[in-house]
């Protein structure tokens, strides 16, 4: 009984590590060889990806995943995050379907949340298509709070969460971007990023990177 258990809770880890196919929890500071850098200062501090910096014109402080470990026939995902705006800045959000950031030529769509502590604007999530603001909904939004981001991509159709609950329902119906990677994105702010992972049907769990708490209990298990 205890072997028949045994191989019951391996196999069960072995599905959920298919599942969670591309997972990052910024313990490893090697985790940032996997990304890109468009704008802004990055780096992993105390187990969390740090972005920051002065505002210097479009796109943006971005961070995208690199072509080391995207590919760009995983067109459809569910992905999922935790992030938090710091010292009472702007805002803080997901680029997907990303292929380029140019100041005059931005390809990607954008989910985020604003803080906006000037107080001219209120605060907010916003769901972007591309340079048309298509969802908004007035939520209270706080510094150096964790927040819950869900997002799911299929076709033409993007669902986005946030603390589990659904923001809005966006479509691009004229030009969609078919594909492109995921990453992070801000305005004039300061933010903090955890426990990404990126779910597909066509992400294969043996061809990207998995790096997470998932991962590392299911390398204890073997090792036993």
Request: hydrophobic letters at 35%; glycine letters at 8%.
């Amino acid at each position: 009984m205890e072997r028949l258990l045994g191989i019951t809770l391996i196999l069960t880890l072995t599905s959920l590590l298919v599942a969670w196919s591309l997972s990052y929890d910024f313990e490893d500071k090697n985790q940032f060889d996997d990304w890109k850098v468009i704008q802004g200062t990055w780096s992993i501090i105390d187990g969390e990806l740090d972005g920051t910096g002065p505002q210097a014109g479009q796109p943006g402080v971005m961070i995208v995943l690199s072509n080391k470990v995207w590919d760009d026939n995983w067109k459809d995902y569910t992905v999922e995050f935790r992030a938090k705006i710091l010292e009472d800045t702007e805002d803080t959000g997901i680029v997907f379907r990303w292929q380029k950031a140019e100041p005059n030529d931005r390809r990607y769509y954008l989910y985020r949340i604003d803080n906006w502590p000037r107080g001219f604007k209120q605060k907010q999530a916003e769901g972007w298509i591309t340079d048309k603001m298509q969802g908004q909904k007035k939520i209270d939004i706080e510094s150096n709070i964790w927040y819950k981001f869900k997002l799911e991509v299929v076709g033409n159709e993007f669902n986005c969460y946030l603390d589990d609950e659904l923001m809005f329902e966006l479509k691009d119906e004229k030009k969609p971007y078919s594909k492109g990677r995921v990453g992070f994105r801000m305005w004039n702010s300061h933010a903090r990023y955890d426990d990404l992972s990126i779910v597909g049907p066509d992400i294969p769990g043996s061809a990207v990177s998995s790096y997470g708490k998932l991962a590392a209990t299911w390398g204890q298990i073997k090792t036993q």
